[in-house]
């Protein structure tokens, strides 16, 4: 009799996977295209786990009935969140001038024509307590001190939302607002982003003191149009977008002192790091993503039981699913997803390959794991923004040895700014070389002749992209093994001469 596998057993742990690809399914298509298109993407999750489930009788059923039951409950939901968005008081008030209070979740960004963009959560309309998600655009010139979690008032034209992500309506700020004050939490947090700004521009030549913020705090307001259409080219916008990454080397850095303090203490010392850092950074969709899966890690740790990535992944996005319905459409949250999924599935099954052959392990894992992140968001990265990065793979690994100094040096300058402004210019100081060799290699990318291609964006390109990587990575496979083939029929052929000889 053979027993059955520990909770701890080697390998990928792919239980939860399959709950979570049906809540994320289902809530991106309910919010797209309504009720129904909900229900039948239950059907859809519920037929793909008898088509392709591995396991048979009692086991196979109980996946089933557990897909169904989960689909089920998200259908209910998020068609519950879009009846709310269809009948919502703004919904009849469109092409109308209302007075509203907001509360904006996210620092303003600049668009052209010196205007400013952000999502809100919506406090009051017209005097009445109300609620929901909208996007405001606003002129730079009266609006340029909103922050996130500063309430104002304000005129507004209310429209139609043209994307459906559960927002109840886009707001055109008329006038002058009213400025509210923001919660303790929240001046603090904008306070130490400031003071972190403040300090790089003191310490740091123009171009290095305006992408350090981006790479540690996700802030790009000072980062210049050319800089950022460098990075684009080059494949490295993802690095000043706060992820998995950032989470992963902050809180691992924490961690590390838990050969002086103990584990249980070092992880309860990651974990208020983890929340403090989401605050300051502000809860954008991949920071979330990143806080929900460090979270499901620290747990692990504290009951003694094997951390496994996929898991913490699946659990992470069934968590976020219920918090924020909305996430299930947002692309970078998607492209999150997908990379980190990339870099502990695809990539350490590459880089065991390659050690084999010979190469030396460090090598092997950082060129797996950007081609394998590559490989895996191009089909998303094209349908956004109609480009695809050809240098991206050598972009990245050429700058892949300063992230983490320049993330935990700029990490560490943020926290002790606000009360030692020496100490933090001294930790910004030490991240100058790396952050000219990033800019260097991002130019530098960039300027090659074919950097980027372009693609068709949206649907069109995705599917084009993720025919051409399945074709691309068939036809090495099906190469690989018709190699292995002729390899195994010529040892064959030496074996049989060898015997004649011998006989």
Known sequence: MTSSPTPDAPGIDLRLVPAALTCWTVTAVGVWWGPWAALAGVLVAVAAVLGVGARVGAARWSAVFAVAAVGTAFAIVVALRVHAVQTHPLASRFGSTVMVTVTPTESPRPIRGDRLMFAASLQKLQDVESSGRVMVFASADGYSEAVAGRPMAFRARAAAPKRRDLSVAVLTAVGAPRFGTASTGQRAAARVRADFADEAQLTLPADQAAILPGLVLGDVSAVDSDTTAAFKRAGLTHLTAVSGANVTIVCGAVLLCAVVVGPRVAVGLAAVTLFAFVVIVQ????????????????????????????????????????????????????????????LVVIAPVWSRCLVGRGWPKLIADAVCVAVAAQLVTAPLVAAISGSLSLVAVLANLLVAPVIPPITILGTAAAAVGWCWPAVAQLLIRFTGPELWWLLQVARWSAALPGAAVSVPSGWGGALLLSATTVGAVLLVAAWRRRRGRRQTDHGCSVSAGRETIDE
């Open 283 to 342: 809860p954008q969709p991949s920071v979330l993503r990143a806080a929900a899966m460090g979270s499901v890690m620290l747990m692990g740790i504290l009951v003694h039981r094997r951390r496994q990535a996929i898991p913490a992944l699946s659990a992470s996005v069934l968590v976020l699913m219920v918090i924020s319905p909305a996430l299930a459409v947002d692309a970078g949250f998607a492209l999150s997803v997908v990379a980190t999924a990339a």
